[in-house]
């Protein structure tokens, strides 16, 4: 299976900052099919981008998705208060389906 | 509005079995894969199983094989995980989640659960 590697572990910054979030795989991920998601504590996974790069629906534009065979990330422009949560990465192009291990963004 | 509501969590001793229902409501439950997700504390996802629209295909993880099965009813709208020959190891919280489109596999989840919490401990 591949397995998908975040960095880093956690990532402190302050409101406005940007952040720079990558998930790494084991192997190429087939046809950009990766996802990110927020979760925050006491909350189910919410998904943020898919394919890669496409924004779900009612997602700010402030997170933004790239990358492509085995190097992914996720950027957070002018992080708000609101967006300090624990970010997983998933792949989904090769079964089983799999996920990171997730990054937190704390506040600084 | 979408909503996926789980239910039947609980401790259970090792070897016992349990069985997850996820209530779906607000949208076309018939038309969308469903699966269904767990997460161990402080850890990430582990997708764990797959069914299609109409019942007819089952996917699952090796984690899972030969002792979780999933079905659905759809006239209910309900989605089931039957969680048998449990070890400490499936200790998590289970979440069932939609997947993103319907009628096709896309294996990505745009609608989950607030989970159902299953303990395996003697």
């Known amino acids: 299976e591949i397995v998908l590697t975040q960095s880093p572990g956690t990532l402190s910054l302050s409101p406005g900052e940007r952040a720079t979030l990558s998930c790494r795989a084991s192997q190429s991920v087939n046809s950009v099919y990766v996802a990110w998601y927020q979760q925050k504590p006491g909350q189910a996974p919410r998904l943020l981008i898919y394919g890669a790069s496409v924004r779900a629906t009612g997602i700010p534009d402030r997170f933004s998705g790239s990358g492509s065979g085995t190097e992914f990330t996720l950027t957070i422009n002018r992080v708000e208060p609101d967006d300090f949560a624990v970010y997983f990465c998933q792949q989904y192009g090769t079964s089983p389906v799999t996920f990171g291990q997730g990054t937190r963004l704390d506040i600084k | 509005q979408a909503r996926l509501v789980e239910s039947g969590g609980g401790v259970v001793q090792p070897g016992k079995s349990l069985r997850l229902s996820c209530a779906a409501s607000g949208f076309d439950f018939g038309t969308y894969p469903m699966h269904w997700v767990r997460q161990a504390p402080g850890k990430g996802p582990e997708w764990i199983s797959f069914?299609?629209?109409?019942?007819?295909?089952?996917y699952y993880a090796d984690s899972a094989k030969g002792r979780f099965t999933i079905s659905r009813d759809n006239p209910k709208n309900t989605l089931y995980l039957q969680l048998d020959s449990l070890t400490a190891e499936d200790t998590a919280l289970y979440y069932c989640a939609r997947d993103a489109l319907p009628d096709t596999w896309e294996y990505y989840f745009d609608l989950w659960g607030q989970g159902a919490l299953v303990t395996v401990s003697s």
């Open positions: 069914i299609s629209s109409h019942g007819s295909n089952e």
